[in-house]
């Protein structure tokens, strides 16, 4: 049974750091490229960003130079690291995992992230 659960969601004031954490269980990890979605109140689940299984990644241009994605394949655990947040940054965070051989997608439960002004 695939779990991908994500933890470290929470609230901080504009211009503070939250650090999410995603433990995946049930799948062979270095297949699989990771990523991190968020999904605001009634809008769709945009990319944030995503790191393949040989550390390359890609951001979306609203995070970049703010986030940083990163995964340690011993612990099978995914990280986004999320400084100089905005209010806009306010959302739930989905964990994400595609398989390169099975082309299957997991989806972690999400965790809420608030920045406040």
């Known amino acids: 049974q695939v779990q991908l659960v994500e933890s470290g969601g929470g609230s901080v004031q504009a211009g503070g750091s939250l650090r999410l954490s995603c433990a995946a269980s049930?799948?062979?990890?270095?297949?699989?490229?990771m990523a991190w979605y968020r999904q605001a109140p009634g809008k769709q689940r945009d990319l944030v960003a995503t790191?393949?299984?040989?550390?390359?990644?890609n951001y979306a241009d609203s995070v970049k130079g703010r986030f940083t994605i990163s995964r340690d394949n011993a612990k099978n655990t995914v990280y986004l690291q999320m400084n100089s947040l905005k209010p806009k940054d306010t959302a739930v965070y989905y964990c994400?995992?595609?398989?390169?051989?099975?082309?299957?997608?997991?989806w972690g439960q999400g965790t809420q992230v608030t920045v406040s002004s």
């Open positions: 994400n995992a595609y398989n390169y051989f099975s082309h299957n997608n997991y």
């Open positions: 049930g799948i062979l990890f270095t297949t699989n490229r």
């Open positions: 790191i393949n299984s040989g550390g390359s990644t």
